[in-house]
């Protein structure tokens, strides 16, 4: 079999290298990169260190609107299409690059595999949940990490070739963890000692885009008591220059790749994000977690307090975060699959929808 994978932004590229190991086994995968990320610490770092195959085709998209940004994607994607033929077409997740290769695809009658179908935060005004809902109504197979993705499809009326692979960022961690433990990938962690600091991230435009919410989380995280780790995305750092945050408790430091994230979600006394994969890397690793948003499409780290949600206002978020201190050691049923969703993914796109079969 052959399909095209079109990845473009640093989630993807964790998700791309468990599927992709495992598919070439005995299928032929085209691996196409949009652009969408391309500084060298959000792409090409994360290939060399998870032994992701080399694009067979670099669109270089680049930044700009999302409109642009995704038009320029659909129409070289497009082109690709036509050319390699192939029996289907897989994307990641929920970005614009998830989007414009679905789309291209179903215009030409390919058939469009979705890994990680059926989430939802119920915000549209997200564009990620934009991104989800057209891609979900626009494929043909429906690989959801969790039931309530499952759930949430049958609500809008999605029911046939919908399965419950599993996630599999899931399989990244357990794939991974050793490797990151091992002490040549651990230099991040020097001078951070384990449990006396919090790891933050913040890259929603719903959080960057507004002065004064940006300036509140800053002004929270600078109070907490302990130092905070803050590798910084490159819409963040542009918006605090241009918004002359200054932080002196917060570290700002380089994104970092895949394994030295791992360690330091692993040593973090707490995770503070609002970014959907760290919600789910900190509930892996049993570490707390408090989300800087109204909403969450991972509902199930919400179980036990292991994750709660905190709204953009200076008082909560340190509220919440002293409280959440206190919720260590509760049970985490496991909601997210054995760390399999690789192979199910595969054996489902090659069965044309039938997984153990
Ligand atoms: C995108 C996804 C989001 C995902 C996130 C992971 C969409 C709509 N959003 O958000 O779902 O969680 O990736 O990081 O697809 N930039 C750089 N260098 C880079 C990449 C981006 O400088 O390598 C800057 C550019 O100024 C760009 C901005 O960051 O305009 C935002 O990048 P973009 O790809 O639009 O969205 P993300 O915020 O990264």
Request: charged share 25%; glycine share 6%.
């Amino acid at each position: 079999m052959k399909i095209v994978t079109v990845v473009g932004a640093r989630p993807q590229f964790i998700k791309a290298a468990p599927f992709s190991e495992v598919f070439r086994k005995e299928n032929r995968e085209i691996l196409v990169h949009t652009g969408q990320h391309y500084d060298a610490n959000m792409s090409d770092v994360f290939f060399q260190e998870l032994s992701i195959p080399k694009p067979d085709y670099h669109l270089e998209v680049g930044s700009g609107s999302h409109g642009k940004q995704t038009g320029r994607m659909l129409e070289k994607i497009e082109e690709i299409l036509l050319s390699e033929r192939p029996d289907g077409l897989l994307v990641y997740g929920d970005t614009n690059s998830t989007l414009a290769g679905a789309l291209a695809a179903s215009k030409l009658h390919i058939p469009v595999f979705h890994v990680e179908a059926g989430l939802r935060s119920y915000n549209k005004q997200m564009p990620e949940e934009q991104n989800r809902i057209l891609t979900d109504h626009i494929s043909d197979l429906l690989l959801c990490p969790t039931q309530t993705a499952v759930d949430n499809l049958a609500k809008e009326g999605i029911v046939e070739q919908v399965i419950n692979t599993g996630d599999i960022m899931y399989d990244a961690v357990l794939r991974n963890l050793d490797i990151a433990q091992h002490k040549d990938n651990k230099e991040i962690l020097v001078g951070l000692e384990k449990g006396q600091y919090y790891l933050a991230t913040i890259h929603r435009a719903e959080n960057t885009d507004i002065p004064e919410k940006l300036r509140t989380i800053f002004t929270a995280l600078e109070q907490l008591g302990k130092r905070v780790i803050l590798p910084i995305h490159p819409r963040t750092r542009k918006i605090i220059g241009e918004f002359g945050i200054r932080t002196n408790n917060v570290i700002l430091i380089e994104p970092v790749s895949y394994l030295p994230m791992l360690n330091l979600i692993a040593n973090a006394l707490m995770v503070i994000t609002d970014s959907g994969g760290l919600q789910k890397e900190a509930y892996f690793l049993k570490v707390p977690c408090t989300t800087l948003r109204d909403q969450t499409e991972w509902i199930e780290t919400l179980e036990n307090n292991w994750n709660v949600l905190s709204a953009i206002d200076e008082e909560e978020i340190i509220r919440i975060v002293g409280r959440q201190l206190t919720c260590l050691e509760h049970p985490q049923p496991q909601l997210f699959g054995n760390g399999q969703a690789a192979k199910l993914i595969c054996q489902a796109i090659v069965k044309g929808g039938k997984v153990n079969e």
